[in-house]
């Protein structure tokens, strides 16, 4: 029997991962990865006013790096062998491209301007831009272009994105051409797409991010767009009416990234769909399965038959399209704008001391220092995680709430700040560390009921990411606190392993999605199930967290 091999590509918040799979087995023979150097040195990044931004040689050669380590693991036969790849990226993160599709950042008098750059998922510096998008959405004076994304348009999104770097810079907004999303960016290069006109624009990042729906023939209407300020006169036309699902070719691979990447000169390239909703993918979503992608922000995922959800629109989400994750189905999306950040954040937080006096400490020497700040830097989220699962469930009255980085479901809003109550003199590090897992939890929690209020059916739910395999911890509070079984995916490259699948749709291997999640599923390698006495305790405290929810939600904006 021939073998067949495709590649996902899963370009993250931090680095490019990249896996070879066999497409009949559904293992995986090679892996990659490669950590953007400017991105790990934070450059043209300002967390003072929430602007995160990457430049596109990070991405490059990160991709190059990381397709070294791929195939230096395998033999040229199955090289040979690779019949196509697909891109998983992170979403929304546009950048303004010039005639020829190339980022702006790549070209003279712009290699070191952000707003050249791509600006990552997580960037807020656009919540006025989204406020007044809302504003004019809301007005009944037009459709109301929000109301297959949720009812409210984020700052994370395209639209408020690409206002906001035209407002402020003169010299960005004349010299792009138009803008393209990450994933939409990265197939057009590898397949030599020149045009902006004509690259494939994903189904997913269009509808998610950008308010594009069947509904309106595509992306809100010209009189819209220009009503939310005269720049964004003009660039619609310059956008995409037609999208693409997953499934579908954008190309082949150009003699000139054949050669850089070490593959055959006609491999297919997929079009590209955000991380998350690949990730889905690659953690074999069925119908009414929710999956949580967690990392350092969480994206929840369903898909619903048309036949189920019919002409419902829920709202207080972050859109539903048909085709966004599988095609043919009802693709839901919800998430928290922070999950791994806060714990991230507050072990940053307990190393200042470590940072700011060990370090500069003349009682040790240079090494030993060295070796005692790696050693607690890795070290101290596993050992507060060891702590804290020894403490009683209960009311202790100390309560967090996880929008460290602003809500991004129920009911987007990233002005939101994080907040803590109830703290005492008895309250220590592993209680403080107890409260903020407890908060993102209950912050999906909240994400279950607003689906459960809609008549969405929920039938299980399936975790995928880093979180999802290392924290037993997190993972069972996450279950009493839900009050659902959790099954973790086996695969640690689960956004990759989805982009695989979707290549080898692509490549004719298989027919339809699901036959590719069915032949190449990694299946699953633990399953949390609640403890019913912490269930109860944590009704409890939910009910806490939602009043202190409330409170700052009304009393802070």
């Not at 510096?125 to 949720?150: C, M, P, R, W």
């Not at 803008?179 to 006109?197: I, R, S």
């Not at 749709?505 to 399953?527: C, L, N």
């Amino acid at each position: 029997m021939n073998k067949f091999y495709t590649i996902g590509i899963d370009f993250g918040t931090d680095s490019v991962r990249t896996i070879l799979v066999n497409t009949l087995t559904g293992e995986v023979l090679s892996e990659g990865c490669s950590f953007y150097k400017l991105w790990k040195e934070s450059k043209y990044c300002n967390s003072k006013i929430n602007q995160f931004r990457q430049h596109p040689t990070d991405h490059i050669n990160a991709l190059k790096t990381s397709f070294k380590e791929l195939l230096s693991k395998v033999s040229n036969s199955t090289i040979n062998n690779v019949m196509a790849l697909s891109v998983a990226s992170t979403g929304s993160t546009p950048v303004a491209v010039n005639e020829l599709g190339i980022p702006l950042a790549l070209t003279e008098g712009f290699k070191e301007n952000p707003n050249a750059m791509f600006i990552l998922w997580k960037d807020h510096t656009a919540i006025n831009e989204a406020n007044e998008i809302n504003k004019l959405a809301h007005s009944k004076k037009y459709i109301d272009y929000t109301s297959y994304v949720g009812g409210e348009y984020s700052s994370e999104w395209f639209w408020a994105k690409i206002l906001h770097i035209m407002r402020i810079d003169e010299s960005v907004r004349n010299a792009a051409f138009t803008w393209l999303e990450h994933c939409d960016w990265v197939p057009a290069m590898l397949t030599a797409n020149a045009n902006p006109l004509k690259i494939k624009r994903s189904r997913c990042a269009a509808g998610h991010k950008a308010m594009w729906h069947q509904k309106w023939n595509g992306l809100p209407s010209e009189e819209f767009l220009s009503d939310i300020d005269p720049l964004l006169t003009g660039i619609r036309e310059k956008m995409y009416a037609e999208t693409y699902t997953s499934d579908k070719s954008a190309g082949v691979i150009s003699r000139e990234w054949a050669n850089i990447l070490g593959l055959r000169e006609d491999v297919l390239v997929g079009v590209g769909t955000l991380d998350a909703h690949m990730g889905a993918i690659g953690g074999e979503i069925k119908p009414n399965y929710l999956v949580k992608v967690i990392g350092t922000s969480t994206c929840d995922m369903l898909i619903i038959p048309k036949e189920e959800i019919k002409e419902k629109v829920i709202s207080g989400i972050c859109g539903q399209v048909d085709g966004s994750i599988i095609p043919n189905m009802i693709g839901l999306e919800a998430g928290q704008s922070a999950f791994g950040d806060i714990y991230a954040w507050f072990n940053k937080f307990l190393m200042w001391p470590l940072e700011n006096f060990i370090l500069n400490s003349h009682v040790l020497e240079k090494k030993s220092k060295e070796l005692i700040a790696i050693d607690i830097r890795e070290n101290m989220l596993f050992e507060l995680s060891e702590a804290a699962k020894v403490l009683p469930i209960e009311d202790t009255g100390i309560i967090a709430l996880d929008w460290f980085n602003g809500r991004r479901t129920p009911n987007s809003n990233q002005a939101l700040k994080g907040g803590l109550v109830g703290l005492t003199l008895s309250t220590d590090a592993p209680k403080l560390f107890k409260a903020l897992v407890e908060a993102t939890c209950f912050g999906s929690k909240k994400i279950i009921d607003r689906f459960l209020e809609e008549g969405v059916t929920i039938s299980g739910i399936i975790a995928v990411g880093g979180v999802a395999q290392k924290s037993d911890f997190v993972m069972q509070t996450l279950a009493d606190i839900l009050d659902f079984p959790i099954r973790v995916v086996r695969s640690k490259q689960t956004c990759a392993l989805g982009a695989a699948m979707s290549a080898a749709v692509v490549a004719g291997i298989y027919t339809t999605i699901p036959d590719a999640q069915k032949a190449m599923g990694a299946g699953f390698e633990k399953e949390y199930i609640p403890i019913l006495q912490n269930t109860e305790i944590y009704k409890i405290l939910y009910a806490k967290y939602s009043i202190f929810g409330e409170f700052v939600d009304h009393k802070t904006n």
